[in-house]
């Protein structure tokens, strides 16, 4: 059982690149979410989806996008990098249903520098 | 009123102390307190959770007090040991709301 899964796990990229965050669940979970981690800042929401074919925006989401046209899968592109996109960005999914199956379980993340 | 507000920021206990960490929160509707813990080059994991009905909830050494009236919740490590050493993340939500509500988080370093 992979769980959710990450990849590239490390990246580095110039100014003005485009880049793709992989995400990739083996649970079938409604709710997928992008998440990035900066010191001082803890975690904050770039985008989630409810679905396949179905996403919103987070707390940071500018100069992302993202789709999801297959629940197992929510990839995060920057389309433009720029360098305060530095960050380390974790994948984060949940079963969906409400009462106590809240858990999000989170992959490991992907250390992004952009130079 | 959706910012949840932890502290302190970091924090050093001794082997075998007790380690608290606490978090605010503004927004009455949030019903759902869970606490994550994240390791060095990890994601965070689900650590210990709990709903307003109650005002603790304890699983092994690790307990969570709520404050309703107060609206502030705390995590208690006791005992804590060096393998406690991380990063706690609290976090709130509301109803069918999906998306949590993340603290700033705490460095939490357990001295041998």
């Known amino acids: 059982d992979a769980g959710i899964t990450q990849s590239p796990r490390y990246k580095i990229t110039e100014t003005g690149r485009q880049v793709t965050l992989m995400c990739h669940q083996t649970w079938s979970h409604s709710y997928m979410f992008w998440y990035r981690q900066d010191l001082g800042h803890g975690l904050r929401l770039i985008y989630y989806s409810a679905a396949a074919d179905i996403t919103d925006k987070g707390e940071v989401p500018d100069g992302y996008v993202v789709s999801r046209s297959k629940t197992e899968n929510f990839p995060l592109t920057l389309e433009s990098a720029t360098r305060s996109q530095t960050s380390v960005y974790f994948c984060?999914?949940?079963?969906?249903?409400?009462?106590?199956?809240?858990?999000?379980?989170f992959g490991p993340g992907t250390r992004l520098t952009v130079l | 009123q959706q910012q949840v507000k932890q502290s302190p920021q970091s924090l050093i206990v001794q082997k075998g102390g007790i380690s608290i960490i606490n978090c605010a929160y503004e927004n009455t509707a949030f019903d759902y307190f869970p606490w994550y813990q994240q390791f060095p080059g990890k994601g965070p994991a689900l650590l210990i959770a709990?709903?307003?009905d109650v005002s603790e909830k304890k699983e092994g050494r690790f307990t969570i007090s709520f404050n309703k009236s107060a609206k502030q919740f705390s995590l208690h490590i006791m005992d804590s040991q060096p393998g406690d050493s991380a990063t706690y993340f609290c976090?709130?939500?509301?109803?069918?709301?999906?998306?949590?509500?993340w603290g700033a988080g705490t460095k939490l370093i357990i001295k041998p």
């Open positions: 709990i709903r307003p």
């Open positions: 976090a709130a939500s509301s109803g069918s709301n999906y998306q949590l509500i």
């Open positions: 984060a999914s949940r079963l969906g249903l409400a009462g106590d199956i809240d858990t999000q379980y």
